[in-house]
């Protein structure tokens, strides 16, 4: 089974600035990587698939990077809609073998 | 706009059996490949299995916890997605969410509110 590292798992930011978040995979997924997010009570939202391409209505301020083991989620300038729990997931693999991450809160400083 | 609206949880003893459903509308279903996740309480998110539209054959994969108890099923007639849960512990006590896949991968673009599944004595 493919395991994602998320880390950090709290990152405190302020409203305005940018957040960086990263997932680790234990092998290589190639760039085969979405990332959501979740805030409370709601069921999670798709941002990011493919590590890099927006799903559709995301913002700009969401942009995603990577590819083999390393990912990186980057907020540009967080708005207060954007703090929430963030996951990765990988969909690499023939018959699939989906994992999430464990998450990244990001809160308010 | 794309709906999935899940129904069938509740509480259930350890062992029991339960039949979740999810109404999908706003979209063309039977060319979708559907999946289920869930959450537990304060936890992360799993994925369970996924069913392919019948015109891709209509087949199955699960997850390897689940295979065997747990069976994904789809009525193109109705818009509707079934997961069947046997054998249920209390360790599968969530929420659990229908959702679409992607047309470029096995991830999921649409989401419903999902439905809770409590095992308990």
């Known amino acids: 089974e493919i395991l994602l590292t998320q880390f950090p798992a709290t990152l405190s930011v302020s409203p305005g600035e940018r957040a960086t978040l990263s997932c680790r995979a234990s092998?290589?997924?190639?760039?085969?990587l979405a990332w959501y997010h979740q805030k409370p009570g709601q069921p999670p939202r798709l941002l990011i698939y493919g590590a890099s391409t927006r799903a559709t209505g995301v913002p700009v301020r969401f942009s995603g990077s990577g590819s083999g083991t390393e990912f990186t989620l980057t907020i540009s300038s967080l708005q207060s809609e954007d703090f929430a729990v963030y996951f990765c997931q990988q969909y690499n693999g023939w018959p699939p073998s989906i994992t999430f991450g464990g998450g990244t809160k990001v809160e308010i400083k | 706009e794309v709906q999935l609206v899940e129904s069938g949880g509740g509480l259930v003893k350890p062992g029991g059996s339960l039949r979740l459903s999810c109404a999908a509308s706003?979209?063309?279903?039977?060319?979708?490949?559907m999946s289920w996740v869930r959450q537990a309480p304060g936890k992360g998110l799993e994925w369970l299995g996924r069913?392919?539209?019948?015109?891709?054959?209509?087949?199955?994969d699960y997850a390897a916890p689940v295979k065997g108890r747990f069976t994904i099923s789809r009525d193109d007639s109705k818009n509707t997605l079934h997961l069947q849960l046997n054998g249920l512990h209390t360790n599968d006590t969530a929420v659990y969410y229908c959702?679409?896949?992607?047309?470029?991968?096995?991830?999921?673009?649409?989401w419903g509110q999902g439905t809770l599944v409590t095992v308990s004595s």
């Open positions: 069913i392919k539209s019948r015109s891709d054959g209509g087949t199955t």
């Open positions: 092998q290589s997924i190639s760039r085969n």
């Open positions: 706003g979209f063309t279903f039977k060319n979708a490949w």
């Open positions: 959702t679409t896949e992607g047309v470029r991968g096995v991830y999921f673009d649409h």
